[in-house]
């Protein structure tokens, strides 16, 4: 069995850079038309344009999936543009960062509004798109950092382990109408969520290699090939799944 993607169209959130982009750019090259849907214009245009220059078909929408009427034009869009969705790439994500006694009411509601809520919003807009072409996928990413824990970052690390909850929980409400719910837990990948203002790097660099099992770092093109892996059929007897994506970093 081959990927066989072709004709089918995806909305990938986040897809202006990082995993969102490189998630977007992987499906576009498989013959999917994608929706690269996000908060900024300049770099879903890029994104678009990437895969149309690959001789893909892609269009770009602003959204803020924390806003319910934003996610519902989101969803009216993909089906003026590609006539509905199949797949759902649920990629956008906010990190802010900091001790966990200095997180403040509204920062703890902003993460978890755009990293549970907003992926929740997404599922339930395109869920009528994908009854009426008879089943789906949607890929939701979750981090390494649920696992593993990670310093300043509780209401990340909190929102993240919500993310595989819903994955989970989804999956047995969507299985018997043929919506398929998994996801992707990304170690450590150099986009903007590495290069935090403050951190230093070499050192994170290094403790990276040293948990990792395989010792190269992880690229964002290995998301893209796990997405496309989710979206196909040849994970159509798998739902529910959290992969980690993380050179061995986590094994248990
Ligand atoms: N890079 C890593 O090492 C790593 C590790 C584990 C998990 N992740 C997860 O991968 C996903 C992608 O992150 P990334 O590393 O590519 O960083 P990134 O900052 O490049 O991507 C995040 C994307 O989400 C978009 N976004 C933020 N808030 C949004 C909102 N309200 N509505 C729509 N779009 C919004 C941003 O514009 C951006 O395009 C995130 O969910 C992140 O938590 C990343």
Redesign the pocket.
């Known amino acids: 069995m081959s990927l066989n993607l072709e004709g089918k169209t995806a909305i990938v959130?986040?897809?202006?850079?990082?995993?969102?982009?490189?998630a977007a750019l992987a499906l576009g090259r498989s013959g999917v038309s994608v929706v690269a849907?996000?908060?900024?214009p300049e770099?879903l245009d890029e994104t678009s344009a990437m895969i149309r220059g690959g001789g893909g078909e892609a269009t770009a929408v602003e959204?803020?999936?924390?806003?319910l009427d934003q996610v519902e034009a989101m969803a009216a869009e993909a089906t003026a543009a590609f006539g509905g969705t199949d797949i759902l790439v649920n990629?956008?994500?906010?990190?802010p960062n900091g001790p966990w006694h200095e997180i403040s009411e509204k920062e703890w509601d902003f993460v978890f509004?755009?990293?549970v809520k907003?992926y929740f919003l997404c599922s339930k807009a395109i869920r009528p798109q994908m009854l009426e072409r008879g089943g789906g996928s949607i890929i939701n990413?979750?981090?390494?950092?649920f696992f593993v824990g990670a310093d300043e970052f509780l209401h990340?690390v909190s929102s993240?382990g919500a993310v595989v909850g819903l994955t989970r929980a989804l999956a047995r409400e969507c299985g018997p109408e043929s919506i398929r719910v998994n996801s992707i837990?990304?170690?450590?990948?150099?986009?903007?969520?590495?290069f935090l203002p403050g951190r230093d790097i070499p050192k994170l660099d290094q403790s990276v290699m040293d948990s990792q099992a395989i010792k190269r770092k992880?690229e964002?093109a290995d998301?893209g090939n796990a997405v496309l892996f989710f979206a196909s059929e040849l994970s159509s007897f798998v739902t529910g799944q959290t992969l980690l994506v993380d050179g061995g970093w986590y094994l248990h």
Request: charge should be positive; glycine fraction near 18%.
């Open positions: 959130t986040g897809a202006s850079s990082g995993l969102g982009r490189a849907a996000g908060l900024d770099g959204v803020d999936i924390s806003k990629n956008a994500g906010v990190y509004s755009v990293n907003g990413i979750s981090s390494i950092t990340y993240k837990a990304p170690g450590a990948f150099p986009t903007r969520a590495y992880g964002p998301i």
